[in-house]
């Protein structure tokens, strides 16, 4: 179905691409490997038993196929660099090129993690100062970049609640958790050990204080809170739920996951968060690459920095705070939760966190959270009057609006969502947070200009339009796209995961 | 700021339409006490031509022009350059998590041909799309056999990576999950088979081996398999060095795979971003951990790629997840398709095979000079060794370094029974000369030792 009058697309082709498996040939080769320069061996006689008789059944392709094959499969995505990507909770941003350039530089890209500590001082060094970039960002005292993604920073972070408490003499035996929170959340918990305890919203989508009150006691580890929550509003009475907590001997967790709309105005350190994961690949620009890798670093407050995972780096030398003593990693930590990952963490994401606040600086990263607001609130302006709000609190980074009035007309929010493909936009994200019956989550971040914005707000108005003139051209949507409305039952009942020929 | 697409003039108009005075009102939600009005104490802005300098200068401090004999876990292989030109088209760095299959397409179908390969090279029927790593996949397996089995205790392998070791305490440490640790034949360095058959129980859960295991050494795959199965165990092997698996057979046995990919085209980067993956015989699928992506058709009967058995997954799940696992690492694992895409069924296994020679002509290099014995002769090995050394590594290692060389890795820290042994590893981008160049500096005992 075309759509007349809308400025963000028109139709063009696209290659059509088998499995690479089906483009292989026996003989065909996409590699030379230089002449050895000691003498071969006879893999068989070597390895005896162990040896490999049936080669893998990969693919033998030439290089100019592989770069067609991979380029074409690529044309088939969206991507934040074709335009705007609203999945709310996600944080699609700009992903700088110099993030990439840096990351692949001599002495860095292929730098081995056991190097001796003193030919490794240049890596070390940019851990350092993105550690105390971020300790300043959040407000916090201590940190570790070990964790991979932003799950894993939850994990690491339970763990380290739980090592305090152990070491008052009682584990405790439940997390509270939001009913609006994300499903990491009571997982983690979950494998902390933790039985998770629902919290209900109040009428705002924040925290009940009342309920908080109820609930929290002599067995409760921890609060799970997500701040700005899920529906883009902040928890005002965030101190107020820190003191009910902490007159308890409860933690605070925050899940960074929205922290693109406090930093530079706001740090959870100073509003009585204990310990808080960020996720370098939402707020600090590391592209998210098709769903990783990711990097989840923790930070907390003093009391809990004995319990981080080893190893820990330090900066040798008796005046500690001067950037003069060589840095090393510290595995003497005998409170430590322990390791949560080998080596040291996703330090390629390092190297790209650390590009993106060094082009910021302080008044662009402030600027940056500034526009993140302005662009979701310019939405929700925007928007309002064609699509329910279920929540009437301020917003921050993001919006959440509710399917209400088009479902009455039997077009649900992921059918408007499937629908924003036609238009040119990847879809906002859907049915989350469960709180919001029917969600549809904008979250445009700050890399939006205000024309593409504007393209936005016309996309949905016109979406919002075929509602109700043309209900069947959004219930059937895509209808631009090589594939639509894929099986995903008949995936689930007889899973086919692998190519076999 | 020259990453943000907005004049002044519009904002002003933005503000203006939402009805707003000033940026400040939108942020009059948050307490005035917690607002932050100071200058963030962070380096300044700057421009992109300083921010590569700073980052060529770190680069430069980390000293770049060593020949290098780690391994260990991390693997130095020689990375094909269109991996880097593949991955960084935007189409595939700038998407998120595939969900909307429709405009997804591209990821999807690469990380079907990524569990395909993985499936193809460790001998299992599923592999997932990918987990943190292998320290990490490990203990993913461990929990994962954990549920299938009911079982509660493991069994593993001393000679299984140290860090990964670790990794599977902090991940067991409250689930009420005994492990129990089998040591290794001091002939061989292989799994002390005696000690593995006494402590396996109808209580194990599981065994966790590694091969080849952290000295290098391919373990006895059939043997150890028989010795868990018997009980009812799962076997899980994990696979630090992935290029093993084009010479080495794979390991059909286990139940479970977990390896780390990171030699499939991924730079060191100083330990990460890598790349583990689960795989595993197809009756234990919806135990497994991780995003899956299944074949289907879509409404006109096109082929197609979605997300599929996310019922395993937290976000559906929530507390009764088969993990927490939700981003993981499709970018690396695309390098991984890519890279062995490029070399194939017959790269693969010559790229091994060259591996192997450098390491054999290696271990009889070290090994030859005075003082020097290679441990573990007594079982196969891929491309790592272990050699013991009269003069401590200390010192040896110090004027390796004078001639821009690093050997290999002190075991001692991890294992100290086994003395002045070093962990070396030679892959295929190690030259003959530097192999002689360390060896000639090992032979040469300094003046009054």
Known sequence: MAIQGIGKVRAHQTQNEGLVFEKSSPGKRGYKLPPLDVPSVDASALLGEAHRENPALLPELSEIEIIRHFTRLSTWNYAIDLGMYPLGSCTMKYNPRVNEFVARIDGLADAHPYRPEELAQGILEVVDLLQRCLIEITGMDAITLQPAAGAHGEFTGILLVRAWHESRGNARKKILIPDSAHGTNPATAAICGYAVENLKSNADGGIDLEALERQVDEETAALMLTNPSTIGVFESQIHRIADILHAKGALLYMDGANMNALVGKARPGDFGVDVMHLNLHKTFSTPHGGGGPGSGPVACKAFLEPFLPTPVLVRRGSNASQASGELHWEYNRPQSVGRVRGFYGNVGMFIRALAYILANGPDGLRQTTEDAVLNANYIRKKLEDVFDLPYKTASMHEVVFSDKRQAALGVKTGDIAKRLIDYGFHPYTVSFPMIVHGAMMIEPTESESLEELDLFVEAMRSIAREVEETPEVVKSAPHSTRVSRLDEVAAARKPILRWKG | ?449
């Open chain 2, 1 to 449: 700021m020259r990453y943000l697409p907005k004049s002044p003039a519009e904002r002003e108009q933005m503000l203006a339409e939402i009805g707003a005075a000033s940026i400040d009102d939108l942020f009059e939600v948050i307490p005035a006490e917690y607002r932050f009005s100071r200058d963030l104490d962070v380096p300044r802005q700057q421009a992109e031509s300083e921010i590569i300098n700073y980052f060529r200068a770190a680069g430069a401090k980390n000293a770049t022009d060593y020949a290098s004999f780690l391994g260990a876990g991390a693997y130095r292989h020689y990375r094909p350059v269109i991996i880097d030109s593949l991955v960084q088209r935007g189409e595939f760095l700038t998407s998120y998590t595939p969900y909307q299959a429709e405009i997804t397409q591209g990821t999807l179908q690469a990380i079907f041909e990524f569990q395909t390969m993985i499936a193809e090279l460790t001998g299992m029927d599923v592999a997932n799309a990918s987990m943190y790593d292998g320290s990490t996949g490990a203990a993913e397996a461990v929990l994962m056999a954990m549920r299938v089995t009911g079982r509660h205790k493991a069994v593993v392998a001393s000679s299984v990576h140290p860090e990964y070791r670790e990794v599977l305490h902090t991940y067991l440490q409250h689930r009420e999950m005994a492990t129990a640790l089998i040591g290794y034949d001091a002939k061989t360095g292989r799994v002390d088979l005696a000690a593995l058959d006494a402590a396996v129980t109808d209580e194990t859960a599981a065994v966790l081996v590694q091969s080849p295991n952290f000295f290098g050494v391919i373990e006895d795959i059939p043997a150890i398999a028989e010795i868990a199965h018997k009980k009812g165990a799962l076997l899980i092997v994990s696979i630090a060095e992935a290029v093993s698996l084009g010479a080495v057979r794979a390991p059909v046995e286990a139940d479970i795979v977990s390896m780390e990919a990171q030699s499939f085209g991924v730079a060191l980067s100083y330990g990460g971003p890598f790349c583990g993956v689960i795989a595993a015989k197809e009756q234990y699928l919806r135990q497994m951990p991780g995003r899956l992506v299944g074949q289907t058709v879509d409404k006109d009967g096109n082929r197609g790629f979605v997300l599929t058995l996310s019922t395993r997954e937290q976000h559906i799940r929530r507390e009764k997840a088969t993990s927490n696992i939700c981003t993981n690492q499709a970018l690396v694992a695309l390098m991984a398709t890519i890279f062995l895409t490029v070399y194939g069924k017959e790269g693969i296994r010559e790229l091994a095979e060259h591996n192997l020679a450098k390491a054999d002509y290696a271990a009889k290099a070290l090994s030859a000079q005075p003082g020097a014995k290679l441990l573990f002769s007594g079982a196969p090995k891929f491309h790592e060794f272990v050699l013991q050394t009269e003069e401590a590594p200390a010192t040896w290692s110090k004027r390796l370094l004078d001639e821009k060389i690093v050997g290999g890795i002190e075991l001692s820290r991890w294992y100290p029974e086994l003395g002045n042994a070093t962990l070396w590893c030679a892959t295929e981008v190690v030259t003959r000369e530097q192999i002689d160049a360390a060896a000639k500096v090992l032979a040469a005992v300094p003046v009054g030792a």
